[in-house]
């Protein structure tokens, strides 16, 4: 069967890189908290609004136009980026505008943006 010539044909275990990467394990919180980031992050809209806001700080309007999408649908979205915080929020007047939480954000999409870009 195919899938057998892709497991090890010999079972060896090589204890010094085991003990080695067991020093630096992740724990379960932090573990737990990146695999949320990356469920948010697999939600169309929530990539649309990402690459917009890539680009630049958009108001809810900007983005519902954009998406168009309702302005409701887009705050449910932006509460979840949010919640999660992938985007940051400023008022002024009576107008919210939201852009990316920090430089972390845009390097992790522009990285995967990339790498699904790139042809192998």
């Known amino acids: ?10 079972y060896c275990i090589q204890s010094k890189i ?6 630096d394990e992740l724990s379960e919180g932090v573990i737990t908290q990146l ?8 939600d169309p809209t929530r990539i649309k609004i990402i690459h917009a806001l890539a680009k630049q700080e958009l ?9 168009k999408m309702s302005q409701s649908a887009i705050s449910h ?5 949010r919640d999660f915080k ?4 400023r008022k002024e007047g009576r107008v919210v505008y939201y852009s990316l939480d ?6 992790l999409f522009s990285q995967g943006l990339e790498h699904v870009k790139e042809e192998k």
């Open 59 to 67: 108001c809810v309007c900007d983005i519902s136009e954009l998406l």
């Open 77 to 81: 979205q932006l509460r979840k980026l």
């Open 1 to 10: 069967m195919e899938e057998d010539k892709l497991v090890c044909q010999e």
């Open 35 to 42: 695999a949320d980031i990356f469920k948010v992050l697999g």
């Open 86 to 89: 992938l985007v940051k929020h």
């Open 102 to 107: 920090d430089d972390h954000i845009l390097q």
């Open 18 to 23: 085991i003990e080695e990467l067991k020093k």
